[in-house]
């Protein structure tokens, strides 16, 4: 039988340092602000943002939010971004993707300022990712599953660690954090071979994949740490990429969807904000 | 016994293409130009830039070379990279390195215009690798290795690539170049436990690790295609990191070393350099 390992002990911890920093910043009259930039509303951004500006606010970082129309123009989106990248109040900028098919994000994405790109838009941050450069900002989701494996003392030198999925703000960006952090890697997709096979002599097994319950008992190693990055709707219910009930019994620890890796990712995203603010501030 | 595959076939190939292109070009008055810098007069630099020059010229395109003395300080350093970013006439840098010490790479890289970056030296190059996004400049040794499968039309969708080595220039770039053309790909490093079962079930099989015939016969599946990107002497004779003698009767294909990888890097440098030549006259 599994550990369930929560997210929400990890967002805690990281919370709770973002507080003592945050106010050690603000007795210097520094005041850390997250500009979140939003076009239209679309369900999914409005939930999350819910849940940065709430853990912003428990932490002491003011959220400002910039809703832009539907229909904004390229020319006038990037102005309000240049007016966000001057203003030196504002450390961060979250700007929710994917954007409108009119707005082209190949364009938009270097027109950030990387030091204040705190989830990884500018190839900047994509090139310092890659080269394992801790001056940058890795995208928060992959952040966030280090910091659980992290918390929960779960070893990666000399592991190995098996990811289902090569996106760029997940699949890959976790790969590489592994492999930072001395794992033997492997990348598992869509044109891969017998999948399952593939998996099974993971140590560490990422699952980043976007399909329900794709990941089986058979997939899984005896005693292995499962990471279910998966957020799928099912009718009406949430659940990760993991077949959970399967799984369970085989993995020593795994995450649930809810309540896992998605639980973690707005603290991630409030830690860049304040490395951004210290990074800005000399600090 | 293995088919052994030379890397210069491969070069000519490319070569000729690029002869034709260029000339192309020159009948539209635009004339391909790279500028090498080079900081003192190291003898692996020198012997680069000798096969550099004459395939360039070969090619048709203009060879120019900067040398700088060692001592040269970085604010001179970074004057005369900014001279060559703006000099239209110029379409392409390479910049030897390592640099000297007293030179701040991590400083530089961002000064050389993405541009004009044919060896991956800018994070943004870096970031556009990591996206898989075709506009940018890979590092041209991993480009190599992919340049010599394709000529040997080796297939790679779906097949188990195994890199051994990450580092910025080998490793990890053909890694994701591989992953790039649908691969199932695997990076081991030092602190991988038992490489040669970690290596063994590879298809392809990348060794890029630095050191003399550290891969062996039980590192090999049979019928599999090596790839030996090591450079390295001993008593005086160049020889790659595979044990070629012992490999060479598992191995299906498997390139020498030398004349192997190294003989195709300044075709592609080439490439690279023509490529930044059209798009910087938008052709």
Do not use: W
């Not at 993707?97 to 838009?121: A, G, M, Q, S």
């Not at 900047?124 to 928060?140: A, I, R, T």
């Amino acid at each position: 039988m599994s550990r369930i390992i929560k997210g929400k002990p990890v967002a805690d911890k990281i919370t709770e340092e973002l507080i003592e920093e945050v106010k050690e910043l603000r007795n210097k009259k520094i005041y850390p602000k997250l500009a979140i930039v939003r076009v239209g509303a679309r369900e999914d951004d409005l939930a999350y943002e819910r849940g940065a500006v709430s853990r912003c606010k428990k932490i002491g970082i003011e959220p400002e939010v910039t809703q832009l129309p539907v229909d904004i123009s390229q020319e006038d989106f990037i102005k309000e971004l240049r007016k966000l990248n001057e203003d030196n109040s504002v450390h961060g900028i979250l700007i929710f993707r994917p954007l409108p098919k009119h707005l082209d994000e190949t364009v938009i994405k270097y027109e950030i300022n990387p030091e204040k790109d705190i989830d990884c838009f500018s190839p900047v941050n994509e090139g310092k990712l890659y080269e394992g450069d801790d001056s940058g900002f890795p995208p928060c989701t992959p952040k966030a599953v280090m910091e659980i494996l992290k918390f929960y003392d779960v070893e990666i030198k000399g592991k190995n660690a098996t990811i289902i999925g090569r996106s760029n703000v997940v699949g890959k960006p976790v790969a590489l954090m592994l492999l930072n952090e001395n794992a033997t890697i492997k990348i598992c997709h869509s044109k891969t071979k017998d999948i399952a096979k593939a998996t099974r002599e993971a140590d560490i097994l990422v699952a980043a994949v976007g399909r329900a319950n794709f990941v089986k008992e058979d997939f899984v190693k005896d005693g292995s740490v499962v990471i279910d990055v998966g957020i799928n709707v099912i009718d009406g219910k949430v659940c990760g990429d993991v077949d959970f009930d399967e799984v369970k019994n085989k993995a020593a620890l795994i995450t649930p969807v809810p309540r896992g890796v998605g639980s973690v990712t707005t603290s991630i995203l409030a830690k860049h904000l304040v490395k951004a603010c210290k990074m800005q501030n000399n600090i």
